[in-house]
């Protein structure tokens, strides 16, 4: 039976992730500590790469395979801004036993983003605990950073001694055959009409992470609808130029569309009502600030009135994961953007 740390912990990324060159070695290490069926040697995979090379997709994908090989074990998967945030939480709560419970007696940790942990002394103390403790059991644990492990300024020596114990694996830059390989996936599995030379002109662009290669695709797609226009050689040339803007929105306008779609108000929105028919608005309204403005998690929980980014962080996954599960909650999302005119039915 599932417990209830990986029943809200469980979720996978909507859009496929396709495996190219630079991932293969990140992608057989994380692949080789899921599938170890007993303790394996090293229990620490620590990925590292820009940010939005594929960190979280590429863990997302195989934790199915963990699941279904360790079907009693339990797990979560956090960003250490999260891990911090709770851990601050406990402590002004009184409450770190509880704390150190929760993520001490997993099976698997997956902590993403380490390096927001740089000058947090205590936090990186209580990790230290939590990695010592979680190995010792015959745990497994899965870090994601920006930086190799001997890049992390103002980190304690033994959590970056931790780091460089296990499998360090560095995920490059896209070259631009893989960054083709890529855009023609993605292209296939969204339907969109696109031609090959098309999509050599977006590749070519370099240093573009698959995050912003998937953005890319996914505005001309938008725009060419609202525009009604093919996307051919010329419409991605105009567009690439920046002589064909997309549609932008800003959270207020998202969240003004989610209150009527939800039929509730935009001060109940940004209040701290936590019944279910206003968090649901709420989350509803975070994860698409998040997906379609540039603003940070920070202005965007300052704007709900949240203290700590982190809500935006969850929200956006359980969002995430509802639209995985829900084709209502995807209607309901269709219909917002429609109404913002970044999406089209």
């Known amino acids: 039976m599932m417990s209830n740390s990986r029943k809200h912990q469980q979720h996978t990324s909507a859009k496929p992730f396709q495996i190219l060159k630079e991932h293969r070695y990140a992608y057989t290490a994380v692949s080789e500590l899921f599938h170890a069926v007993e303790s394996s040697d090293p229990p620490l995979v620590y990925l590292y790469g820009p940010s939005g090379s594929g960190k979280t997709a590429l863990i997302s ?13 339990t797990f979560k998967m956090v960003t250490a801004s999260e891990f ?53 059991s015959g ?9 190799p492990p001997g890049e992390l300024a103002h980190f304690q020596k033994k959590l970056v001694n931790r780091f460089h114990g296990g499998v360090c694996a560095a995920i490059r830059s896209l070259n631009y055959q893989s960054r ?3 855009l023609s996936f993605w292209a296939e599995f969204e339907q969109i009409s696109i031609q090959s030379k098309e999509l050599s002109l977006i590749a070519r662009k370099k240093e ?4 912003e290669l998937y953005a890319i695709l996914m505005q001309l797609q938008t725009v060419s609808r609202i525009k009604q226009q093919r996307i051919d050689n010329l419409f991605v040339k105009q567009f690439l130029a920046g002589n064909i803007e997309a549609p932008k929105t800003s959270v207020a306008k998202i969240t003004k569309a989610v209150c009527r779609e939800f039929k509730t108000s935009l001060a109940e929105i940004r209040s701290a009502n936590r019944s279910q028919q206003i968090v649901l608005p709420r989350q509803c309204a975070m994860f698409l600030s ?23 962080i969850h929200a956006c996954r359980h969002i995430q994961h509802g639209l995985e599960k829900s084709p209502g909650l995807r209607q309901q999302i269709s219909r917002i953007k429609q109404q913002l005119g970044v999406y089209l039915l």
């Open 208 to 211: 573009l992470s698959p995050r």
């Open 84 to 136: 911090a945030a709770k851990y601050a939480a406990a402590s002004n709560r009184s409450r770190i036993p509880e704390f150190q419970r929760t993520f001490r007696e997993l099976d698997l940790l997956i902590l993403e983003d380490i390096q927001s942990l740089e000058n947090r002394t205590q936090t990186q103390r209580e990790l230290l605990s939590v990695l010592d403790e979680i190995l010792k």
């Open 139 to 147: 745990g497994m644990v899965v870090i994601s950073s920006t930086k």
């Open 290 to 312: 998040r997906e379609l403005t540039e603003e940070s998690l920070a202005k965007i929980a300052i704007y709900f009135n949240r203290k700590n980014h982190s809500t935006v």
């Open 61 to 73: 994908h195989l934790v199915p395979e963990f699941i279904e090989i360790h079907s009693e074990a």
């Open 180 to 182: 083709l390989d890529l």
